[in-house]
């Protein structure tokens, strides 16, 4: 029964941990949705180790087969990219769960259009760069937004101000006699990434969880953590915990999913506590997932460790039993023997 229990708390541990780790995000550099022919291309897949991209013609690139290891994940490159890579890309998990959709056009042409390929948030500025394959220099590019003239340029570029849902649409931009660039879509999110954190000063010493919140998704994200505009955490669920918080921790905090937007900033208020006067490092102190997360490990090979104890004692305390029982029946039999000896002597003298 002990032992029953022990195999299955260790199967729920690792299963939780398993679905804890079956989420992915994919993003892509550079960020852009256009590309020549023969450019390289990087994609990012945030929390696995393999990065396994998908595309709508070929479910595993083998032009993206060799992996490389990330702080937050993986990623593989495409050296060279041609006209019918254009399309889709996903990741995909063990598990089946799929990223984020990252969609590109890659042109035989002379004329392409910067685009951010992943999504931006509302009020950022963007820009819009219109490139030249065959010249570097400055030029007069016109843009265009579901196929209306909006702009001239006679730098190549286009800045939009406090983007918003509105700018989303189809753009392009041409170059006299050079061409016209492919269209891309802008995607623009509105506010759907906020930070959890404390309307209420915290006191001195408690622990504080600071929470990333996709508006459009509840599974968990990775998320990075930024504090007074310095990136300080990067977590696998969204979430971050600052233990023994101090004055030190006091700031401006926000957060960033790839693919969903960044989060405003907001502050955090610690009030001081007359009981505790706690100086250690709050970066040292901000919880990393990374370790967090093997502790189920941790305690999933101690009670396989216990349940391997457990099983050895039992086939030692079985191997006692039988040597034991083997030693009473030898006694018996020397007993008896010593009887039967005895009475022969005796016979024998009274003869």
């Known amino acids: 029964m002990v032992v029953r229990a022990l195999l299955m708390t260790a199967v729920i541990l690792l299963d939780g941990q398993k679905q804890v780790a079956d989420a992915v995000s994919l993003s892509i550099a550079p960020n852009r949705s256009q590309f020549f022919e023969y450019e390289s291309v990087t994609f990012y897949c945030e929390g696995v180790d393999h990065c396994d991209v998908g595309h709508k013609f070929d479910r595993k690139l083998k032009s993206c087969s060799k992996t490389n290891k990330t702080p937050t994940g993986s990623s593989c490159t495409i050296k060279n990219v041609y006209t019918e890579d254009s399309g889709e890309y996903w990741s995909e998990t063990e598990g089946g769960n799929r990223s984020n959709i990252i969609n590109i056009t890659v042109t035989n042409g002379s004329v392409i259009l910067e685009v951010p390929a992943l999504p931006v948030m509302e009020g950022q500025t963007v820009t819009l760069h219109c490139r030249n394959k065959t010249s570097s220099s400055n030029f007069t ?13 006679s730098t190549g570029n286009m ?7 509105s700018d989303e649409g189809l753009y392009k931009c041409s170059i006299s006699g050079a061409g016209e660039s492919p269209e891309s879509w802008l995607k ?18 408690q622990t504080v969880t600071l929470h990333c919140r996709n508006k459009t998704s509840s599974s968990n994200l990775s998320a990075d ?9 990067r977590s696998s669920t969204g979430n971050m915990n600052i233990y023994r918080v101090s004055k030190s921790d006091e700031g401006l905090y926000k957060c960033s999913i790839s693919g969903a937007g960044e ?3 907001s502050w955090l208020k610690v009030t001081a506590s007359q009981n505790l006067n706690s100086t250690a490092n709050p970066d040292v102190r901000t919880e990393s997932r990374s370790s967090s997360t093997a502790t189920p490990w941790i305690i999933a090979t101690a009670l396989l460790s216990a349940l391997l104890v457990a099983a050895l004692g039992l086939f030692h305390f079985g191997k006692g039993s039988c040597n034991r029982a083997l030693l009473r029946q030898s006694a018996k039999v020397d007993h008896s023997d010593s009887a039967e ?3 022969g002597q005796n016979t024998n003298t009274a003869s």
């Open 141 to 153: 590019a016109d843009f265009y937004k579901d196929g209306r003239h909006i702009h001239r340029s």
């Open 159 to 165: 800045n939009i101000y406090s983007v918003s849902k």
């Open 188 to 205: 623009v999110t509105g506010g759907s990434v906020i930070l959890e954190v404390p309307a209420l000063p915290v006191m001195e010493g």
């Open 225 to 233: 953590f930024y504090k007074d505009g310095r990136h300080i955490h």
């Open 263 to 265: 989060s405003p900033e």
């Open 341 to 343: 000896d005895e009475k």
